[in-house]
């Protein structure tokens, strides 16, 4: 007898279901961004009264951690071609980027961008949200980087010939035949960054970004019970890590049925 409780019907194909998984946890993510205030006010003090602060501040740790992770994975595709392109100089550029970056703590690199960029480079006015964005960006960008051209030497060169072969241009090879490969070998340590992402985007509260883990510390510095103000704001970003590992979980596996076929 088969013991295993699916929670799809059954004849479902893997592809179904993983496209079912992104939906349904892609939809669980908004509800609970729009309702997180509602269980929040039920709950007794000091978490009850500040229930619409720990929304909003929930609805800002999760805008910023997903602008920051497009711009990252942006950053991270042209640090990764940088650092494998022919051109000598624009390789030692993507490395001493690589470099500093992930040899510099990410609190330093929040405060350069707000405190130190401005004077550096006369005229740029960054808002303290703008300014966390760019740093967390910039940040996890060198980690994609480093993901993504690893990625990218492992696909086959026995492809890229073949593809070259069949008449495709070089740029046309790379995006239709590498990346798409390369992208779904490091979608994992992608993946793992932008979790970790979430998280750090915690130190935005250094300059003043009013998000989750800022609103919990104004919470607990006015009623003095960090304690529970701590227990909710722990658990809030649980949920957000949890939903967000089940809906990259299934665009991976979405894209492991897709390369099969």
């Not at 490969?181 to 935005?204: G, M, R, T």
Request: hydrophobic share 55%; glycine share 6%; aromatic share 8%.
């Amino acid at each position: 007898m088969n013991s295993h409780i699916s929670v799809f019907p059954q004849g479902w194909t893997r592809q179904q279901r993983s496209t079912a998984t992104i939906a349904g946890a892609s939809v669980s993510l908004v509800v609970f961004l729009l309702l997180v205030a509602t269980p929040l006010a039920w709950m007794p003090e000091p978490i009850g009264p500040a229930a619409q602060e720990f929304a909003e501040g929930t609805r800002v740790t999760v805008w910023l951690t997903l602008v920051s992770g497009l711009l990252g994975i942006v950053i991270g595709v042209l640090a990764a071609l940088a650092k494998l392109a022919p051109f000598p100089p624009l390789r030692w550029a993507a490395g001493l980027y690589i470099w500093v970056t992930r040899g510099t703590p990410l609190l330093v690199q929040v405060l350069f961008v707000f405190l130190a960029l401005p004077l550096l480079v006369p005229g740029l006015q960054l808002s303290d949200f703008n300014s966390a964005v760019a740093a967390l960006a910039v940040n996890v960008g060198a980690y994609n980087a480093e993901a993504l051209r690893a990625g990218i030497l492992a696909v086959p060169k026995g492809q890229t010939e073949a593809a070259r072969s069949l008449g495709l241009s070089p740029t046309q090879t790379f995006v239709h035949v590498v990346f798409p490969q390369s992208f779904k070998i490091a979608l994992p340590p992608l993946v793992n960054n932008v979790v970790a992402l979430l998280k750090d985007s915690s130190l935005a509260y250094i300059i003043g970004v009013v998000e989750l883990s800022n609103v919990g510390n104004r919470v607990q510095a006015a009623t003095f019970q960090p304690v529970p103000v701590f227990i909710a704001t722990a658990s809030i970003y649980l949920i957000l890590t949890t939903v967000l590992t089940q809906i990259s979980g299934a665009i991976e596996q979405r894209l492991d049925v897709e390369q099969r076929h």
